[in-house]
């Protein structure tokens, strides 16, 4: 008899202003804004078939200590999707560090051991396709040199999908969104005792802006290089570490899966 198992999509999620795609006061972000989306990630979750299986819904949050975002999700843990339950975490603020990808090594260190697939994602990124799980897998598994297939389409250079540039930086996964397996993630885990993600602090100011659902004290050279800091030990390093490890990186060769809330479109080739 063939051995079961299940698989877990992991979202990260923060009910603190966020800033929007052109700066701190473009289309930005708040805790209500938050809980929108999950509500829709939720929906989608129960009412499509992704694929994959049996199958949770992690949601972590990178706790401030947004009351009503947290009794939100603490009323959502145990209930059930369309295979599978969701799991609410709350993750230490720990002064700001960390973003989604704090987050992401988190929920890897919780349950590392329960899972098989995993695919990951920010709470702004929607997964609108059937079996866009499933899919993922397969492509995953078409080839032992990729370790993580990435949902986000755009500005990646590739060949049959295997990534050699993203939009000018070393190749990686745009959010982190996308699939892999838990060798890969425990090979990462073992040999950099985590999964990367940033470690630098905000400030007091900035964290008093959080709580006051505040951006102004974002626009300090500070925070630009806090910004800069998550950039690239958050966001490309994430999944460029599976390069450095010897593997390949694969963009989703179907039809776009993922909506950028934010950007407002389908994360599809040249959007």
């Known amino acids: 008899m063939k051995k079961s198992f299940k698989n877990c999509r992991v ?13 701190a006061n473009k289309h ?15 929906t989608l979750e129960r009412e499509k078939e992704n694929g994959a ?18 009794n939100f999700l603490n009323e959502l843990n145990g209930q059930k999707i369309k ?12 002064e700001g560090r960390g973003e989604s990808y704090g987050s992401f090594n988190y929920a890897f260190e919780k349950y590392g051991d329960e899972y098989e697939y995993w695919f990951f994602s920010e709470d702004d ?4 396709k059937d079996n866009y799980f499933g899919d993922s897998i397969k492509q995953l598994n ?16 590739h060949d049959n999908g295997i990534i050699s540039d993203t939009g000018g930086y070393e190749p990686h996964i745009h959010g982190g969104c996308g699939c892999t ?27 008093e802006a959080i709580r006051d659902a505040r951006l102004d004290a974002f626009d300090s050279s500070y925070a630009n290089n806090w910004y800069r800091n998550n950039e690239l030990n958050g966001e490309v390093r994430f999944t460029n570490v599976y390069v450095e490890m010897g593997y390949k990186l694969a963009v989703f060769l179907g039809d776009p899966i993922v909506y950028d809330v934010r950007g407002q479109k389908m994360a599809g080739p040249g959007s």
């Not at 295979?83 to 720990?94: P, Q």
Request: proline share 3%.
């Open 125 to 128: 990124y929607l997964l609108l």
């Open 142 to 157: 078409s080839d032992d040199s990729i370790a993580f297939v990435g949902g986000c389409q755009y500005l990646q250079t």
């Open 83 to 94: 295979n599978g339950i969701i799991k609410v975490l709350h993750r230490d603020w720990d």
């Open 28 to 42: 930005s972000l708040t805790g209500q804004d938050a809980i929108d989306m999950l509500e829709d990630t939720i």
């Open 181 to 207: 397996h838990k060798k890969y993630l425990k090979e990462c885990y073992d040999k950099y005792e985590s999964l990367p993600h940033p470690k630098m602090k905000m400030t007091t100011e900035m964290q």
């Open 53 to 70: 299986g049996e199958c949770d819904l992690i949601i972590v949050n990178h706790d401030f200590g947004h009351s009503v975002g947290k």
């Open 11 to 23: 979202v990260a999620t923060y009910f603190g202003p966020r800033r929007g795609h052109g700066g």
